[in-house]
């Protein structure tokens, strides 16, 4: 029994030293960071800390695989990030659309990119039958995909490619839910210059597969989701 305890505490310890050693490498990452980016420009964080101007908002997948700069290679500075659970673009969520208003009306940014990925975790539970909690709900919105395009998916017999497949509708459905609200059709209304586009990656290779649905005004939506400007009150 002694011998089980103290087994069981020098598991404990090592457990707390591979924690600590993983806390400890963030923050002599982030030196080195620092380090690198003073090497090839003495002035790089004098010159982010006078302001951003991005022409990209990314809305992708939380997922660890799939972060927007280093996919697309892409400095501090250059992509304005906004990432959640599979990727998912609704028109209740807050935190997406002050990111979207705040990237199109402010920043000017010039593509909104949703960009999903092969083997998303999120895309794959909501796939299943099973209940994982809190996150049903989220992927209650997938599962609305998955039911838009039942007649698709339900023929397709390896859940491998199935899965595949239900990423890529996923990501066209956020382009355009995207595209239904009033920040993407007023902005289009004032300007010719903003784009909105679907991607994939790949993890498996690290490629982006563009899905050629990028949208610049809204002939692809039903009549139904093209709003009418504004008219102001007399
Ligand atoms: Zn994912």
């Given at each position: 029994?002694?011998?089980?305890n103290n087994s069981a505490a020098t598991t404990a310890q090592n457990t707390?030293?591979?924690?600590?050693?993983?806390?400890?490498?963030?923050?002599?990452?982030?030196?080195?960071f620092?380090?690198?980016?003073?090497?090839?420009?003495?002035d790089f964080f004098k010159k982010l800390a006078s302001g951003q101007s991005p022409q990209v908002l990314w809305i992708g997948c939380s997922d660890s695989r799939v972060p927007a700069n280093q996919v697309t290679n892409t400095k501090p500075g250059e992509v304005f990030v906004h990432r959640n659970i599979a990727n998912v673009c609704v028109h209740s969520d807050m935190n997406m659309l002050s990111v979207l208003d705040y990237s199109v009306n402010v920043l000017k940014v010039k593509h909104v990119i949703v960009a999903g990925h092969y083997g998303c975790g999120g895309v794959a539970a909501a796939m299943s039958r099973k209940q994982f909690g809190l996150i049903d709900n989220w992927l209650r919105h997938i599962k609305d995909v998955y039911r838009l395009h039942s007649h698709e998916l339900d023929l397709i017999t390896d859940p491998a490619v199935r899965a595949d497949r239900l990423v890529e509708l996923n990501v066209i459905e956020q382009v355009f839910n995207l595209c239904k609200t009033t920040i993407i059709q007023n902005a289009w209304k004032e300007r010719t210059d903003l784009e909105v586009h679907g991607w994939v990656v790949d993890i498996r290779t690290g490629l982006v597969?563009?899905?050629k649905v990028s949208?610049?005004?809204?002939?692809?939506l039903s009549k139904v989701f093209a709003l009418d400007a504004v008219t102001p009150a007399s």
């Open positions: 029994m002694a011998r089980d707390n030293e591979v924690q600590k050693n993983t806390y400890e490498q963030l923050l002599s990452g982030n030196r080195l620092v380090e690198q980016e003073l090497e090839k420009d003495p597969k563009d899905l949208c610049s005004n809204t002939d692809n």
